[in-house]
């Protein structure tokens, strides 16, 4: 398993923090939801991949219609297990964390895609259940692509397809599922 790190998170955090800071006082209105997604996790050396599921909260706030600016922090809810020259090994997402800018287009009220992207920090583990266990993090560049869908004033829908990390032969994506909410 290789999941390399590079740690550039604390420009990140000032970053992000002081857009949502700038962005919140001058937006129309802030917004936090939560997201199911349904992740791939392939590596080029292993011809498997591995399904993996992770919940995450979002907390995000609004530069004008345009852009946002979003912090995610996740965990992931389940493992599977991959066949590496005849050993099972199971495979697990621990944590992911990041910042990241929205930029979209309200086509609608109701309808508003938009593209993402940021800096994601994750944590794997992976073990051959009892004989060993061995966890690893690694920082990336994440972008996407998704829509929210308004179903109230204050409430929207949401699905998302996102690249969370592809780096030293290592890939984490797939799509999410979710909800926000404006305050």
Known sequence: MQFGSKTILGTLAIGAVALLGSGTAQAERGYFGG?????????ESISDSADLTAGYLRL???ANEYVSGELRLGL??????????????????????????????PVTEEFYPYV????????????VPGVVSISDSGTDTSFGLGADLSVTDNASLNVEYMSWYDKDGTDVSGFSLGASFAF
Do not use: K, P, W
Request: net charge negative; glycine share 18%; proline share 0%.
């Open 76 to 105: 992931g809810l389940g493992e599977d297990s991959v066949n590496v020259s005849g050993t099972t090994v199971n495979v697990e997402l621990d944590t992911l964390f990041g910042g990241y800018i929205r930029g979209g287009y």
């Open 116 to 127: 993402i992207a940021g800096i994601t920090r994750a944590e794997l583990t992976a073990s």
């Open 35 to 43: 997201n199911l997604a349904f992740l791939e996790y392939e590596e």
């Open 60 to 62: 995000g706030g609004n």
